[in-house]
């Protein structure tokens, strides 16, 4: 259990400024996630939790706000050059994004030098468990099906423009960290050259 007292709602929402965005009731399930995962995992705090054993220096919360950030760039753009045919709703993209790594708050474990893969994140697929736990909140199973398909330990990819944009970029920043760190990138894997 985290050694701390859960997060306000003030404190999600200062670290996740785009939930703003989100209307009710799935805004208050998102901050509620956040919360509950938080409480779960052996993290101080938010900010304590880094985005990847390979990346001790990026706090999962920067990663998922440019996550975010990001996939809402891919819909702008698509916006401005497509032909019109791409849609989407950007507070499901909002949602997606802010979700889309919450159970490494409790896949990840602290150790020297930064973190490493819990019990809970060795047994189970990314993403699984918080999925399962934003179901029972109520999170729109547009939204839960992202969770699991947006990564690659997924044998499926997401089946919405919302969640190909979460996908992409999430890919995207992610291989740039596996590149800085001289790792194998998901792109070459996918493509079997790894």
């Given at each position: 259990m985290s050694p701390v007292v859960e997060a306000t709602r003030d404190e999600i929402e200062a670290a996740f400024p785009l939930v703003r965005e989100l209307t009710e009731p799935t805004r208050g399930a998102v901050v509620r996630l956040w919360q509950d995962m938080l409480l779960e995992s052996?993290?101080?705090?938010?900010?304590?939790?880094?985005?990847?054993?390979?990346?001790?220096?990026?706090?999962?919360?920067?990663?998922?706000?440019?996550?975010?950030?990001?996939?809402?760039?891919?819909?702008?753009?698509?916006?401005?050059?497509?032909?019109?045919?791409?849609?989407?709703?950007?507070?499901?993209?909002?949602?997606?994004?802010?979700?889309?790594?919450?159970?490494?708050?409790?896949?990840?474990?602290?150790?020297e030098g930064g973190c490493r893969l819990s019990e809970l994140g060795r047994r189970l697929q990314h993403a699984v468990y918080a999925a399962h736990k934003a179901?029972?909140?109520?999170?729109?199973?547009?939204?839960?099906?992202?969770?699991?398909?947006?990564?690659?330990?997924?044998?499926?990819?997401?089946?919405?423009?919302?969640?190909?944009?979460?996908?992409?970029?999430?890919?995207?920043?992610?291989?740039?960290?596996?590149w800085a760190n001289g790792k194998p990138l998901h792109v070459a894997r996918s493509k079997g050259q790894v």
């Open positions: 052996p993290w101080e705090g938010l900010a304590d939790c880094p985005y990847s054993p390979e990346r001790p220096g990026v706090s999962l919360v920067a990663h998922t706000n440019a996550v975010t950030e990001a996939a809402l760039a891919l819909l702008q753009t698509e916006e401005r050059h497509g032909d019109g045919r791409v849609t989407a709703d950007r507070q499901l993209v909002i949602a997606i994004g802010l979700l889309h790594d919450v159970s490494k708050l409790v896949e990840h474990e602290p150790c179901m029972a909140l109520g999170v729109p199973l547009d939204v839960v099906e992202v969770l699991v398909n947006h990564t690659p330990q997924s044998g499926r990819h997401p089946e919405s423009a919302e969640g190909l944009v979460i996908y992409y970029a999430d890919a995207a920043l992610g291989d740039l960290s596996r």
